[in-house]
């Protein structure tokens, strides 16, 4: 009855515009060629997504599944026409995009809900925006409230709502407007456990039950679960040296789909090894550990954005466990995203503390002492093993080469400037910092923006 | 299920149960309204009154005329506050929208608010009263925009300030659903700019009050003109050296300052509390005694009703603003082309107007006319650094204690506020009166009157800034045994520095500004001089002589602008960097 008045208004109000028919499942909605992304750098144009080329078609829910940096966000704003492509074309429905797309409506991670409107107004922007009447818009409004769930709301603030009410009114918001595919940037990573699992089986249920407003879906997600459990096809994005699909994966699993299912499993595994990028790209046959430590320079191996606090407690859980564990269980137990291990994992693979073997995490010899000593031990033991990080060798070098043991970070800062954005330089130099801080290699004066070797270090 | 009940039935019998209970509330709000408007009508008609140049007005001292005057008085502050708002809107926009205007318009900006507004009265009073000759509407506008011009430039920073800093979901929020441009402005841009516009036009709007008296009753080219209001019957009884009658004036300016921050301000920045860009309920928020009150009564409830149509037509008309789009595809070269030409026929402006300025100026006196302005500057330089030290030390220390103490707090922050709206001006005859009496040279007591406004500004920045050190900093440091020379080294001092630095800019541009008429006063057929560049805008103020005043207001400005980039600028970046809790 619902979709009866929806569909009924949509009518009425596309009467005017006389639109193009209702697409038929696997019609083309979106589609991109050889689409390139860069942004201006400190040192040229820095790609950031390089030679896309991707269909979206009518009927299917398309997951775009990478870590942070490989350009899935990029490549969700360049098919809603937000964000201009470098080269490559961007259709919609086979008419290249000149602004933004009218056939999509967005649902964002931060929910992106004006706090000075009720549930009401915010679901109602979308129609307002294109001019239906008061009353028609408010009906409309309270239809798309009723079937997302939200009844009983109306008159709230977001403010006043949970996270997961709040998520909803975003795709109250986005679905009242009937788009013909779905953009979610990243939806449920800012709820609970518990909230993002219960909204995301409601959606997929009104997905299946055909009530679906719209016509497909593009889901931006860096956690593989909710890919498998909701997509039918999975975009696996790699980000090095910039975005490029690295793989495509079809679900062919029937839903509601069963999380114990061996089948379920088997996909999450394949789609984590890809991921992760071991099995293939970044490692050479017979080389466990990617490049060897005397061939890492600071452009091809960037340190990973870990803290010694953080690379030192996942090195003491490991040894906990026997000094080996499944990445994936790990990753799980803890509740955290593989976002937030992986650099940490990376981390402890360039000093050396932890090698990965398939699935596994294995800390060496050196990793075990690491993990296991006190303060002082450990520090000895990372400082011996800092060097390794090619950008701290680096610093620790050149401050060595200076007369008087300082050099400005003005200096490192343009020498990275060749591979990385000004934010990936910040980063590299405050990890950087923080690794020969408590290596006590060097010191770092933020005042004067100024590296200083520490004085026993000089040796 | 009692909440499944249809919306429609809903809205209904609340609003029925609403209008049942009309209440005494709503015959109050209703009677107060009214009242407004009758007297808005009123203090009107007053304005548009014959008058011609030939004649001085001579301004009527019997204290029943104060409510009226000061009616007046308010009547323009609040035009002035309406003009800046749409000044802030029109400039605010063309900056953040268009990237070419951004970068003559924001430094442009920046030059203006330094530029000491009193200086230019002269030719806003002469300009304005050509622009309506034979009617006090020329009067009228000067002193609208002389106020407007204190006004408007820090709400248009803050505003600006907001359209460039929006969330970056809100921006793709309004194009990805294809709002219209008039939608992204009045439901997005407005609204996320509100608490900045609300709390800047407060601040504006208590440093106009300083503008109004100052420009109410001026001498232009050796004629005197005054407009009815508070500021120009002060002036008449400073003149009479009448301490009674200018008792009166301070009195109806101090309930005039009160009410309209009880009345007006008050239940606003309440209000503005719902454009919090937060995701939970702040545990501290604005009250008002009155909005509390007019949020009980049916009337926001009825005006709404009647406006919604009004607001639907006007969203239906603003369509033809367009949608929020950015073309994905952009024509270097024809971008460039415009640049150019953009910058070239910008800069022929600029350097006609500068060669037109030399030439005048060449031709009028020569361009040594720079020189002794330059040197006086330097009178009136000393005079801000002292005033500044002088305050921080006393004020630093005072507020730091009330900060500290949320029951002092509680008591001295409202004061605090009223005291720095308080034109300060209002009070120069007193203390003129005191200067004779005490034989103390101007040249020092210029400096008191300088302070006698810009010192608050110091004062309460000190307090917020000693609130917002956190408690639990304290308990450490009390842990710690950390007290005396060594607590305010190592905590106070770092912990309200950024908002003593604040305070600092805002008393130091308002003391120039304050040197104008603090450096020349009278009491009672008196006139006391001060050497300084305040002294010597002043004279060229009243003598209408034009490329004197020129030069001095020139010089002041660069002075400021000096100052501020040599100075507050560095302790901005160093409180920003270093201090920043």
């Known amino acids: 009855m619902v979709l009866n008045t929806l569909r009924t208004l949509r009518n009425a109000r596309h009467a005017v515009a006389a639109p193009a028919p209702r697409p038929a499942d696997g019609e083309v909605l979106l589609e991109t060629v050889g689409l390139t992304k860069a942004y201006a750098g400190a040192d040229g144009e820095l790609p950031v997504l390089g030679g896309i080329d991707l269909q979206v078609r009518a009927g299917e829910v398309v997951a775009l599944l990478g870590k942070s940096g490989s350009g899935k966000s990029t490549l969700l704003r360049c098919l809603a026409g937000l964000v201009p492509p470098s080269s490559g074309t961007v259709s919609y429905r086979g008419a290249p995009l000149t602004g933004a797309n009218p056939g999509t409506a967005m649902v964002f991670q931060t929910f992106a809900l004006l706090p000075w409107l009720t549930v009401l107004q915010n679901v ?7 001019g239906v009447p008061a009353d028609a818009r408010s009906d409309a409004a309270r239809q798309a409230i009723d079937l997302i769930g939200l009844d009983g709301f109306e008159s709230a603030y977001p403010k006043e709502l949970s996270g997961g009410m709040r998520q909803r009114v975003g795709f109250a918001r986005a679905l009242v407007v009937e788009p013909d595919v779905l953009m979610m940037d990243e939806p449920f990573s800012a709820l609970d456990v518990l909230t993002a699992e219960n909204l995301r089986g409601e959606l997929m249920e009104l997905w299946e039950s055909g009530q679906f407003p719209t016509r497909a879906i593009v889901l931006v997600t860096h956690n593989i679960e909710e890919a498998v459990l909701m997509a039918d096809r999975i975009v696996v994005l790699g980000s090095r040296p910039y975005g490029t699909i690295r793989e495509t994966f ?42 060897e430590p005397d061939r890492r320079t600071p452009a091809n191996t960037p340190l990973p954005g870990a803290s010694v606090d953080g690379l030192s407690g996942l090195a003491e859980m490991v040894a906990h466990r026997g000094g080996s564990c499944d990445l994936a269980d790990l990753a799980d137990d803890l509740g955290l995203e593989i976002d937030d291990v992986l650099p940490l994992v990376d981390a402890l693979e360039l000093l050396g503390f932890a090698a990965v073997s398939g699935d596994d995490l294995v800390l060496t010899d050196r990793g075990t002492t690491f993990a296991g000593a006190d303060v002082r031990r450990s520090k000895e033991i990372f400082a011996a093993a800092a060097p390794d990080a090619p950008l701290v060798r680096l610093i620790t070098t050149s401050l060595r080469q200076s007369p008087d043991g300082t050099l400005r970070a003005g200096f490192f800062r343009d020498v990275l400037a060749h591979h990385y954005t000004s934010e990936q330089v910040a980063q590299q130099l405050e990890t950087a910092t923080d690794w020969g801080r408590y290596a006590e290699l060097y010191g770092y004066d933020a005042e004067r923006e100024e590296y200083r070797l520490d004085a026993g270090a000089t040796a | 299920m009692s909440f499944r009940t249809s919306p429609a039935t809903r809205v209904t ?21 009214l009242v407004l408007f009758y007297v808005v009508l009123q203090v009107g008609h007053g304005t548009t009154v014959r008058f011609s140049t030939d004649q001085s007005i001579k301004v009527d001292t019997d204290p029943g005329r104060l409510p009226y005057d000061a009616a007046r008085s308010l009547l323009r502050m609040f035009i002035a506050l309406a003009a800046s708002i749409v000044f802030t809107f029109g400039y605010a926009l063309a900056a953040a929208k268009s990237r070419r205007l951004e970068r003559i318009l924001i430094p442009a900006l920046d030059i203006l608010q330094s530029v000491p507004v009193l200086g230019f009265l002269t030719v806003a009073v002469t300009g304005f009263i050509a622009l309506f000759p034979g009617s006090m509407l020329g009067l009228e506008c000067a002193s609208i925009f002389a106020i407007f011009t204190s006004q408007a430039w820090n709400m248009t920073f803050g505003f600006y300030h907001s359209l460039t800093s929006l969330p970056r979901e809100l921006d793709e929020l309004s194009r990805s659903f294809r709002f219209t441009r008039w939608m992204r402005f009045w439901r997005v841009e407005v609204p996320s700019g509100m608490i900045s516009l609300v709390w800047n036009g407060m601040l504006s709007f208590g440093g106009g009050w300083f503008f109004l008296v100052a420009s109410e009753a001026i001498s232009v080219n050796n004629k005197d003109y005054a407009l009815p209001g508070v500021g120009s019957y002060a002036g008449a009884a400073v003149t009479d050296g009448d301490l009674g009658k200018v008792g009166w ?25 719902k454009f919090k860009n937060e995701q939970s309920e702040a545990s501290e928020v604005q009250r008002s005694v009155v909005l509390d009150f007019l949020r009980r009564s049916n009337w926001p409830r009825l005006l709404g009703t009647v406006l919604r149509p009004v607001g639907r037509a006007l969203s239906g008309a603003g369509r033809v603003f367009g949608t929020d789009d950015r073309p994905l595809h952009v024509d270097g070269a024809r971008r460039r082309t415009g640049d150019i ?11 006609w107007g500068l060669f037109d300025l030399g030439r005048y100026l060449h031709d009028e006196t020569g361009l040594g006319v720079f020189g002794e302005p330059l040197l006086l500057g330097l009178a009136t330089l000393a005079r801000v650094v002292v005033l500044v030290a002088v305050a921080t030390v006393v004020w630093v220390p005072i507020g730091v204690k009330i900060g500290f103490s949320p029951r002092l707090t509680r008591i001295a922050q409202p004061v605090v506020q009223v005291l720095a709206s308080f034109p300060a001006n209002f009070l120069f005859p007193l203390a003129v009166w005191f200067f004779l009496k005490t034989g103390l040279s101007i040249n020092i007591g210029g400096i008191l009157l300088m302070a006698l406004g810009a010192q608050w500004y110091i004062l309460f920045n000190t307090i917020a800034g000693a609130m917002s050190i956190p408690s639990d900093l304290r308990e450490a440091m009390d842990d710690l045994g950390v007290r005396g020379l060594q607590r305010w080294k190592r905590l106070i001092l770092p912990g309200v520095f950024p908002s003593y630095v604040t305070g600092g800019i805002t008393a130091s541009g308002g003391a120039w500004n304050a040197s104008i008429v603090a450096e020349v006063v009278t009491f009672g057929g008196t006139t006391l001089t001060a050497t300084g560049l305040g002294a010597y805008i002043a004279k060229a103020t009243a003598s209408g002589d034009f490329p004197h005043l020129l030069a001095g207001v020139a010089v002041m400005s660069l002075y400021v602008v000096g100052l501020n980039r040599l100075l507050w600028r560095r302790l901005y970046r160093l409180a920003d960097t270093r201090f920043a809790l």
């Open chain 1, 124 to 130: 109602e922007l979308g129609l307002e925006a294109r």
């Open chain 2, 13 to 33: 019998s609340g609003f029925a149960g609403r209008l049942a209970r009309l209440s005494w509330v709503d015959a109050v709000v209703a009677a107060a309204v």
């Open chain 2, 341 to 351: 030409t953009f910058t070239v026929v910008a800069g022929a402006l600029i350097l």
């Open chain 2, 249 to 273: 004036a301070i009195l109806t300016m101090a309930v005039m300052v009160i009410g309209v921050n009880f009345l007006f301000w008050r239940p606003l920045t309440a209000w503005a509390e």
């Open chain 1, 250 to 291: 079809e679900v062919g699993l029937d839903r509601p789909r069963d999380r114990n299912a061996p089948a379920f499993e088997e996909l999450i595994d394949r789609v984590y090894r890809t991921m992760t990028g071991r099995a293939k790209e970044t490692r050479l046959p017979g080389r466990p550990e990617g490049l």
